[in-house]
């Protein structure tokens, strides 16, 4: 009998010991920063353990004064569903225990009479303790006990919970304090974003602007923002990208997606979910998630904002019948989490708040950028300071200089010649082409050597030529012999039957047309033989290039091919000119117009050249001939048109054929502007006023 009280009194030490650590435990968790969704469990759990109690719940009060479960132990199951009566019951007595502000014990099956009366419908005693912040109710712990225990042993229960809601009092003070900084600096940043989007007017600049400061506020891994061109939505600017390739899959797919997203009008906030998306918005939904690996997007048309009189109304990103159904869609603002994980209540309200600076500035950009000439007075209104008393003078001079130099351009006259390149040749020459397929079994000459007409300048060989050629030679002598013992037979031989002499006598016929077709043949073959010997059409020099000259023998070559050129370099000599299509009309003009050629005679025919290997000597020539068809001679070039010039013999002195030359065709006098600048007027005039008219 004497160890009971003994050990009784080591079971309440160690309650009282675990309940000491429980205390603490709650001391310390109230100190902490964590969330009310860590911190509420935490709280309710060690405050349940420390009473030993049947269950818990923590009640916040929300916006609007409206009671909320944020946590619950062992809660029943007709308390937690709201349309059942022991529900409306029970929330009314929590809400009378909020409005008194103090702390109670509610007997369990209390209240009043009639069942519509607020009360405890369960068989637990209920301890309430209100939770406060800056003396203002901000919830109500409530606590489930066992209903027989002492009335002081109750009132003990009651006290503890008190204590522990002040604890957790200093949370709520502490999280207060960090909601408030937290508000002050998202404020500060959203007063920096809103100096920062509305500083600017240029469209680009702006785009930038949002993007890199909205993704600051917002929070999240990536925001871009896209402006509609007609029907198409063109990404313009994304986070952390000084500039964006527009062919890229990803912004190609964006662009994509916000096209299709603007046309049904809605918002779209994809989470990992396509479920009642339309089919064209899931495609490119999927095509985009696949190529950027997003987790989370939101894609809000940029609707222009409403004038109401003087006052804006409120920007949101649907369509409202009041006041937003009408409203242009000027482009749209993309969200996305790719690692981060903001909560949906955050990322939401910092969208909005991004997304209504956003649209008014985007707005207001296209707006401006749509003034008439808004280039021009832009560049006008940064000119301010040419006028100013200090610039004054030097801007006068310098405006009296160019009005001189302009007037100088359009007045004053010199010489308008067309350049063109070309190339020496000597009036007499002919290409030596290949007359039958084969190939070079000898070459007899060599470059610049002198040869006379029908010399031999290459033989050839051609196996299968030669193959038929024997063949044919055999089956002739053949078909002579068989004719010779035919005709034989017919004369010598006297006991052949009339029908016999007929059929001998056929067969000789047969056999001698047989013998004129063979020799007709061989005739033929012969003279395909004779062109395998390739002579020199006329008396000249031989041309053959460098690296054709080394590789020809025992080259195949094909009928048509040229081998060769021989020209007569002791002739006359010619320039020929390749002309670019775009600069020929002007020589074409110069020659045909009469009255042009009245006033300047030589339009047209004077040509001034320089040799690539003299290009001190300045040499005059005659424009003789202009073709009329247009050829692609040199890809670089484009089409050209090519011209004969004739030349003095004796000034080119001992020329090489094919040398470079630049030449000049005068085509009269012009004003000096248009000498210099006619084909930048004339690309202007194709490229710019064409398109335009």
């Not at 007997?107 to 303790?129: E, K, W, Y």
């Not at 204590?163 to 408030?180: D, G, N, V, Y």
């Not at 007075?377 to 004054?392: D, E, I």
């Amino acid at each position: 009998m004497s160890t009971e009280p003994t050990l009784n009194a080591d079971t309440i030490e160690q309650t009282k010991q675990q309940i000491r650590g429980l205390v603490s435990e709650i001391a310390q968790l109230s100190k902490s920063e964590l969330e009310a969704e860590a911190y509420y469990p935490a709280f309710l759990e060690k405050v349940v353990s420390a009473l030993a109690a049947v269950g818990g719940a923590v009640w916040v009060i929300r916006e609007g004064r409206r009671l909320d479960l944020a946590y619950q132990i062992k809660m029943s199951e007709t308390l937690l569903d709201s349309d059942s009566e022991d529900a409306r019951r029970h929330f009314g007595l929590l809400s009378q225990a909020i409005a008194s502000g103090e702390p109670h014990l509610i007997p369990p099956q209390s209240g009043g009479g009639d069942d519509q009366a607020i009360g405890n419908p369960t068989r637990s005693l209920l301890v309430l303790a209100p939770l406060r912040s800056d003396n203002q109710v901000e919830g109500l712990v409530e606590i489930f006990q066992r209903p027989d225990a002492q009335p002081v042993t109750q009132r003990g229960y009651l006290k503890f919970v008190v204590q522990m809601c002040e604890l957790a009092s200093e949370w709520l003070k502490t999280r207060k304090l960090r909601q408030i900084s937290d508000r002050h600096s998202l404020w500060a940043q959203a007063d920096h974003f809103a100096r920062m989007v509305h500083e600017n007017l240029d469209l680009r600049e702006t785009a930038y602007t949002i993007v890199n400061e909205g993704r600051r506020i917002i929070g999240c891994d990536r925001v871009s923002v896209g402006i509609m061109y007609g029907r198409k939505c063109k990404i313009e600017a994304v986070s952390g990208q000084d500039t964006i390739e527009n062919r890229s899959n990803i912004v190609h797919h964006l662009g994509q997606l916000a096209t299709r997203v603007i046309a049904t009008g809605e918002s779209l906030w994809y989470d990992g979910s396509m479920d009642d998306l339309p089919p064209q918005v899931e495609e490119s939904l999927h095509e985009y998630i696949d190529e950027s690996h997003t987790r989370m997007l939101a894609l809000l048309p940029l609707r222009r904002p409403k004038r109401s009189g003087d006052v804006r109304q409120t920007v949101t990103g649907e369509a409202d019948e009041e006041s937003n159904l009408a409203n242009e869609i000027v482009g749209a603002l993309v969200v996305e989490q790719i690692e981060s994980r903001l909560p949906e209540p955050v990322l939401r309200s910092r969208t909005d708040l991004v997304y209504e600076h956003a649209a008014r500035a985007i707005t207001n950009s296209i707006d401006v950028n749509r003034i008439f000439l808004m280039p021009v007075w832009r560049t006008v209104g940064k000119s301010r300071w040419l006028v100013s008393a200090r610039t004054l003078p030097k801007t006068v001079v310098i405006t009296a200089a160019i009005l001189t130099l302009l007037l100088m351009l359009a007045f004053f006259k010199k010489d308008f010649n067309i350049q063109s390149r070309g190339s020496l040749q000597p009036v007499v020459k002919r290409d030596v082409f290949v007359p039958i397929d084969g190939e070079v079994l000898e070459l007899r000459v060599r470059d610049k050597q002198q040869v006379e007409k029908d010399e031999l300048l290459v033989v050839l060989r051609n196996a299968d030529l030669q193959v038929n050629y024997q063949q044919v030679v055999g089956d002739l002598l053949s078909a002579q012999e068989q004719l010779s013992s035919a005709e034989y037979a017919l004369l010598n031989q006297r006991g052949l039957s009339e029908s016999e002499r007929i059929q001998k006598q056929s067969e000789a016929r047969a056999l001698a047309e047989r013998v004129r077709a063979l020799k007709l043949q061989q005739a033929l073959l012969e003279e395909k033989r004779a062109m395998l010997e390739v002579r020199a059409p006329i008396a000249g020099e031989v041309m053959i290039p460098w690296e054709v000259e080394r590789s020809l023998e025992r080259r195949p070559v094909g009928m048509g091919q040229v081998l060769m050129t021989i020209a007569d370099p002791t002739g006359d000599w010619e320039l020929e000119l390749n002309m670019r299509e775009s600069r020929s009309g002007k020589i074409r003009a110069a020659r045909n117009n009469e009255a042009w050629r009245q006033r300047y005679p030589e339009a047209g025919e004077r040509v001034s050249y320089i040799l690539a290997t003299d290009p001190e000597t300045d040499y005059q020539g005659t424009l003789r001939d202009v073709k009329d068809v247009i050829e692609i001679d040199d890809p670089e070039v484009g089409p050209i048109v090519k011209m004969k010039v004739d030349i003095k013999r004796e000034d080119i002195g001992q020329p090489h054929p094919g040398s470079t030359v630049t030449a000049k065709v005068y085509c009269g006098r012009r004003a000096i502007g248009y000498v210099w600048f006619h084909e930048a007027w004339e690309w202007f005039q194709s490229n710019v006023v064409f398109y335009l008219s």
